[in-house]
T-cell receptor, first 114, second 112 residues
């Protein structure tokens, strides 16, 4: 299995809702990432998990809450989002170190906040 | 401060042409340089990647040229096809937890 699977593919939520994005990989990668991507822009790093521990938080607002329950799963919990948070949310995984630095992205969750 | 600078922002070529996308970086600690292809509504897909101890790498119609002394690298697409029309991002991997620094992207259009 060489994929990163993200669910749901599309999500519409109100500003008072609570929702979660899910990411799963079975490649044995011990680093997992959340990126946010706006239209016609490069992905922006949000969070990095290394060996299931949060290692990097790029000053992301607290309305985004990441969770890494095990080495294969990564969640992003959403609460009280703003319309400007509408974007494509990408999950990625990679080996932490070594010669193979393959960095695999999922297809993303298209989030619309209304 | 942008860690990886990419040009051009957009590129239009005819089928069979050889589009070239250029990237430059400053941080000599970067140790891995991938190129990603992204179609609308999809996540970025790894196209080809190179390490700084290699000057050129080919995979099918895609070639990376890497100039370590100039801190520049480029993507060449041979015999380009309309199906190559997409946004291309160069990136560089930092040594800290493998985080990637992306260029701003190049929107490539290949006319039939």
């Amino acid at each position: 299995d060489t994929e990163v699977t993200q669910t749901p593919k599309h999500l519409v939520m109100g500003m008072t809702n609570k929702k979660s994005l899910k990411c799963e990989q079975h490649m044995g990668h011990r680093a997992m990432y959340w990126y946010k991507q706006k239209a016609k822009k490069p992905p922006e790093l949000m969070f990095v998990y290394s060996y299931e521990k949060l290692s990097i938080n790029e000053s992301v607002p607290s309305r985004f809450s990441p969770e890494c329950p095990n080495s294969s799963l990564l969640n992003l919990h959403l609460h009280a989002l703003q319309p400007e948070d509408s974007a494509l949310y990408l999950c990625a995984s990679s080996q932490v170190a070594g010669a193979n630095y393959g960095y695999t992205f999922g297809s993303g969750t298209r989030l619309t906040v209304v | 401060q942008q860690q990886v600078k990419q040009s051009p922002q957009s590129l239009i070529v005819q089928k069979g042409g050889i589009p070239i996308i250029n990237c430059a970086y400053e941080n000599t600690a970067f140790d891995y340089f991938p190129w990603y292809q992204q179609f609308p509504g999809k996540g970025p897909a790894l196209l080809i990647a190179i390490r700084p101890d290699v000057s050129e790498k080919k995979e099918g119609r895609f070639t990376i040229s890497f100039n370590k002394s100039a801190k520049q690298f480029s993507l060449h697409i041979m015999d380009s096809q309309p199906g190559d029309s997409a946004t291309y991002f160069c990136a560089a991997r930092g040594s800290t937890l493998g985080r990637l620094y992306f260029g701003r992207g190049t929107q490539l259009t290949v006319w039939p």
